[in-house]
């Protein structure tokens, strides 16, 4: 039986501890006036094409797990990344994308669970 979309992340998720190393309000390594809308990191033990941790944004809605997944393309780096929304309200899931498309002008795609 093949899994979904979101039964792989929940599983991942569980799997893996949170590292937070961005928190909410802070300034983004790159672009100093630019800052987070919520606590942002990695899932420890995981790996990406780039070599990096799976990236999440956390959000205060505790317990509710794999809410969304952010869709990025940067198109300057070339890159294309599958960002893990967790414990995110709806509103915070906006911001998100606002942060994500309207800030760091990333193409961007919100999937919804």
Request: proline share 4%.
């Amino acid at each position: 039986m093949q899994s979904s979309f979101f039964d792989a992340l929940d599983a991942l998720a569980r799997s893996a501890p949170i590292r937070i190393d961005r928190a909410k309000g802070s300034a983004h390594p790159r672009f100093p006036d630019v800052t987070y809308p919520l606590d942002y990191g990695f899932l420890e033990g995981t790996t990406t094409v780039d070599g990096e941790g799976v990236d999440v944004f956390v959000g205060n809605n505790a317990g509710a797990g794999v809410t969304a997944a952010a869709l990025t393309v940067d198109a300057g780096k070339r890159d294309v990344e599958v960002k893990v929304l967790m414990d995110c309200t709806p509103g915070e899931i906006d911001e998100v994308f606002a942060f994500l498309s309207g800030t760091l002008l990333l193409g961007t795609t919100i999937i919804h669970r």
